[in-house]
């Protein structure tokens, strides 16, 4: 349950819920898991201060998100290292600021090369679907896009400072 300071007379007070884990972002800029059924404080840069996310039932469709060397992704012209099982450091961190490790090195070795998903998602027409990857450059140069659920090429400028991109499209 959330308490309104005005009214303080339970009026203004709302129950909150929510089955699975939710990750919001920190003051720090590093994203920490928040369990089940409490409300999730993420960071705002803009009003520098927190504010409660509410948002509407989601499904995760996308089941190996964090692991890109699986068969479920198919490359080409790309080497993948997760660091022998280690991971890199990424904008992931537990409850007491430890780096999770969850990044993946993605290294072009052609030009044109690509990572995708081996098998098409079952898409569901006229429903929104978001998309969202944390990247970062760490050597080199080159054109990096992601498409989305529709095919569209998305081309992104990748920085040498962890960035979240985001889209939704129906």
């Known amino acids: 349950k959330l308490?309104?300071?005005?009214?303080?007379?339970g009026s203004g007070d709302f129950s909150f819920s929510r089955n699975s884990v939710k990750w919001v972002r920190g003051k720090d800029g590093y994203y920490r898991e928040v369990a089940a059924n409490i409300p999730?404080?993420?960071?705002?840069?803009?009003?520098?201060?927190?504010r409660v996310l509410v948002e509407p039932q989601a499904t995760?469709?996308?089941?190996?998100?964090?692991?890109?060397?699986?068969a479920y992704w198919t490359k080409s012209g790309?080497?993948?290292?997760?660091?022998?099982?280690?991971?890199?450091d990424c904008p992931f961190v537990d409850s007491s600021g430890v780096n999770l490790k969850r990044g993946?090195?993605?290294?072009?070795?052609?030009?044109?090369?690509?990572?995708?998903?081996?098998?098409?998602?079952?898409?569901?027409?006229?429903?929104?679907?978001?998309?969202?990857?944390?990247?970062?450059?760490?050597?080199?140069?080159?054109?990096?896009?992601l498409i989305d659920t529709n095919g569209t090429d998305r081309s992104?400028?990748?920085?040498?400072?962890?960035?979240?991109?985001?889209?939704?499209?129906?």
Do not use: C, H, M
């Open 104 to 145: 993946f090195k993605l290294t072009a070795t052609s030009a044109g090369g690509y990572i995708r998903l081996a098998t098409a998602l079952t898409i569901t027409a006229a429903k929104a679907y978001s998309n969202s990857i944390f990247v970062k450059r760490l050597t080199g140069t080159g054109a990096v896009s």
């Open 40 to 50: 999730a404080l993420e960071w705002d840069e803009a009003s520098q201060k927190f």
């Open 3 to 9: 308490y309104s300071l005005k009214p303080n007379d």
């Open 60 to 70: 995760n469709v996308l089941l190996r998100s964090w692991d890109f060397s699986n």
């Open 156 to 170: 992104i400028t990748i920085t040498t400072d962890w960035q979240r991109f985001s889209y939704t499209d129906i």
């Open 78 to 88: 790309v080497t993948i290292d997760n660091n022998a099982g280690a991971g890199y």
